[in-house]
């Protein structure tokens, strides 16, 4: 009776696991107030939650790598292009990809909509939904962004 326990328990198969479930809210607190940061123009803060080798992924085909020359985009954006910007209207939505069959990455990603509202150097101004993937590393760093945008209003926004 005692071995025929001991088997049972030894032998019941593992839980199945979900191939993407509900993350941390944590993770979507990270990239609101990211955003924040960046409406203050807290470059350091807005910088501090990115990892050292993150992608940064524009809809267009266009990348940044390495969290330096991420960081130098975003200050020459906020320091000579846009002179306000403002994102409400936010969602954020953390989710644990557990199953690299699901076309994602593996590990955590909080998947943001938003509106934005900017009013750049030019003197132009431009609203638009923006749609943002994060993904982190298991040190809770950003490793990837992935953002999708309409450029057509910024590129009008900041033409002279």
Known sequence: ????????????????????????????????????????GNMDDFINNFADNVIYRFNNGDSIIGKNAVAEYWRDRRNNVIDKIEFYNDIWLPLKVNDSSQDMRMGMW??????????????KSMNQFIHTMYHFNEQEKIDEVIQYYDRLPIMQATTR
């Open 1 to 40: 009776l005692l071995w025929s326990c001991n088997l049972v328990t030894k032998d019941a198969p593992p839980p199945e696991q979900q191939a993407l479930e509900f993350g941390e809210m944590k993770y979507g607190n990270i990239c609101h107030e990211q955003l924040k940061q960046l409406s203050r």
């Open 110 to 123: 909080v998947l943001g909509w938003y509106k934005t509202s900017s009013t750049y150097k030019t003197g």
